[in-house]
């Protein structure tokens, strides 16, 4: 599937935008806070139902405006079939409208955010992904989560149900410490995060054992005879002979309880836990050059559009916010020959100069000016 039209009314730079746009590469040209990463968000919000930049739906809303609404009407790749599904979303800033909540529609019929990635797939390479090997854990947690959404049509919910969970579960163990609760109240949050907790560790596992080879071979591709590189999932809660992650979840939880007591937070679960880029066993970020760290990110990146192609054959949207300034000419070509064969993909830039001429050529050009963007 592709974006076909695109309606934007009150979301983030954007007043109103009706754009109709064509298969294969876009490539939307503009200077710095001209509203091309909030253009590229906007695809993420309607492909997952929240932003890869924020977890608060009410940034996303324009200064101005009570609601966000977000529209695509999606068609159909050469070959897939027939298309014409329209989804729609709605964001409110909380106290802007009373009684109104954030909905989604898919034909005008109400759904759950979670049937989203199931409709509309993206793959999103952002400047900020160039800290994936060497930065905060959760960045890398976060790549991982966004695969497993759009494989796992459960996902969000338990994820999010977790996260919920969690903040409670905390509370209480700071109330705990302060002698304002007793321990048995911990009891029923400890099984909703185990339970849950542990559904998302099996899901990060299946999905990472999904990548390794996809990995390994984009790897290859771009930086033949450097290695095999893999990726490790690292926890403080291994789970020993026999156990699964929700009794791995479950021991810790005792191991750790005074610990966390002490601390009045939770110490161990999928919201402590990591990922290492690893080079034929070695950690990347303590050996990596930068351009090794780059073919890594963009290797990941490759193998995530191929293991999501294959949930059903369909091809995700690729959405490349100002990455081709940070790779090499090869690098970037490998890039290229990906994106030629894809239904669609958007690429920002502030200058054609940093993009492949092959690219270019190929490409529907777009220019972006604060709250606007016309064809080039």
Do not use: C
Not at 14 to 20: G, P
Not at 270 to 281: K, V
Not at 305 to 330: C, H, K, Q, W, Y
């Amino acid at each position: 599937m592709h974006v076909r039209h695109l309606s934007l009314a009150g979301f983030r730079s954007y007043r109103t935008l009706e754009v109709d746009f064509p298969e294969g590469p876009q490539v939307v040209v503009g200077p710095n806070a001209a509203g091309k990463t909030n253009l590229l968000e906007s695809l993420v919000v309607l492909s997952r139902g929240g932003s890869h930049r924020t977890g608060t739906d009410a940034e996303l809303v324009g200064w101005d405006a009570g609601l966000a609404r977000l529209e695509a009407t999606l068609g159909p790749s050469a070959g897939s079939g027939s298309g014409g599904d329209r989804v729609e979303v709605v964001l409110v800033k909380p106290g802007a409208m009373p009684g109104a909540r954030k909905r989604v529609r898919i034909n005008e019929v109400p759904r759950r955010t979670t049937v989203l990635p199931g409709i509309l797939r993206a793959v999103v390479f952002a400047p900020e992904d160039m800290l994936l090997v060497v930065g905060s854990p959760s960045l890398r947690r976060g790549v991982l989560d966004a695969i497993i959404v759009q494989r796992e049509p459960e996902a969000a919910a338990v994820i999010a149900t977790y996260g919920r969970a969690l903040t409670q579960r905390n509370n209480l163990l700071r109330r705990i410490r302060e002698e304002q609760a007793g321990r048995d109240e911990l009891r029923y949050w400890d099984a909703v995060v185990t339970g849950e907790g542990g559904r998302v560790v099996r899901w990060r596992r299946e999905a990472l054992e999904a990548i390794a080879d996809p990995l390994a071979a984009a790897n290859r591709e771009i930086a033949p005879g450097e290695g095999r590189l893999a990726l490790r999932y690292i926890t403080n809660a291994e789970p020993q002979p026999g156990e699964d992650a929700e009794t791995a979840l479950r021991r810790r939880l005792a191991e750790t309880a005074d610990k966390e007591l002490w601390n009045g937070a939770t110490l161990v679960g999928p919201h402590r836990d990591d990922l290492a880029f690893e080079l034929d066993g070695r950690d990347l970020a303590g050996f990596a050059s930068r351009g090794q760290q780059r073919t890594a990110i963009l290797a990941l990146k490759l193998a995530e559009l191929d293991i999501l192609t294959a949930i059903d054959g369909r091809p995700p949207m690729l959405l490349l916010d100002d990455v081709f300034s940070e790779l090499d000419p090869d690098r970037r070509s490998h890039l290229v020959r990906r994106i030629g064969v894809l239904p669609q993909a958007f690429v920002t830039t502030t200058t054609l100069d940093d993009l492949d001429p092959a690219l270019v050529a190929a490409s529907t050009a777009w220019t972006v000016t604060p709250g606007s963007l016309e064809r080039a």
